[in-house]
């Protein structure tokens, strides 16, 4: 890499280490969509991370990933469609002036040049993001450098039984993808926020200890017998053993196993912009429960992201004027944890150095 390379790649890592609910991650993993959201022959327009950035996939089954604009006028390449060129390959050609483009991001034409006027269009191109699919999951490699490869392969998650997902759920959170992070894995809101008959009330708090480990790229609640009060897990019988994991830059899952049953609810987190996080909450299970009331746990799931949905924008009430926030001992534990390893991931990716999990295994107690 050169001077000017590694200049632009410490700058961009750099912004990680910019002030709670400011900054993004980068070389590094986001997930973007789920495999079966991205049709053949089909272009769709998401943004990541404030970038517009275009998916799609070619007849052929070839997923690729561009960034949204054309560089001749700016006109979104999505709103375009696939050109088969003469040699067979599939490129997106460009609504505007036709100007096209392939999946590596280089431009293979432009239709309104004439004969005799020389121009390397090939000297032309769009960023191309690293794109990679993994148990049905989507993955956009988002780099501070735009030349670099991956370093490492998307997450595997354990629990992805059961053939497709059981539930999808999605919805956007008015919030910078801190605060969404910070705001589900918070483990004392619960009575607050979620009072339903089927899950737990104020009345019901109790004090709780869990074991926490640190894992890759992030912690996890090491397993163990849900708390009494959860009553939603009293529809899976047996004697089910729960284990919820963290991993940045915005994946939060909970492997629940019931004898050789699996549930695993896997959330997430995909910042849009500074001020939007999308939030993608999928199912996966083998357990029989799912059989009978999907309907009824589908809605419970809505209700409760919605319900966390609303509490964000409650609390941007109070955000707008930049408040300091406080952070207490063991409930905010894990929100310590999740700032620390943003800084540690940035700080490795600027010094060329392995991530060093700051996280040291504890185990936390609070109320709820």
Known sequence: ?????????????????A????????????????????????LARHELLGEPVLLGRSSSGQLFALRDICPHRAAPLSAGAFHRETSGAE??????HGWRFRADGACAAIPSLVDDQAMDVGRIRVRRYPVAESQGLVFVWVGADPRAEPTEPPPVFNGVVGGKPKLVDRMEFAAHIDHAVVGLMDPAHGPYVHQQWWWRSRGSQHEKAKR??????????????????SRAYAILGGEPL????????????????????????LTCLTPVSATK??????????????????????????????????????????????PSLMWIDDADRQAKWYQQLKREWAASRREGRPFRNPVDAATLRWRS
């Open 19 to 42: 002030r709670f609910g400011q900054g993004f991650l980068t070389d590094i993993w986001y997930f973007a969509a789920l495999s079966g959201d991205l049709k053949s022959g089909k």
């Open 277 to 322: 996080t999308r939030i993608t909450q999928i199912v996966w299970s083998d357990h029989p429960a799912f059989l009978f009331l999907r309907p009824f746990i589908a809605a419970g799931a809505r209700v409760f992201l919605r319900q966390d949905g609303d509490m964000v924008n409650l609390q941007n009430q109070g955000l707008k004027y930049d």
């Open 212 to 229: 926490f480990e640190p894992r890759e790229q992030g912690f996890a609640m090491v397993r163990h017998e849900p708390s009494k009060n």
């Open 91 to 96: 490129t997106v050609e460009c609504p505007y």
């Open 242 to 265: 729960t284990e919820i994991t963290f991993r940045l830059p915005g994946l939060r899952w909970e492997h629940v196993t019931v004898g050789r049953r699996q549930v695993l609810s």
């Open 1 to 17: 890499m050169d001077d000017s390379a590694a200049t632009t790649t410490a700058k961009a890592a750099g912004k990680a280490e």
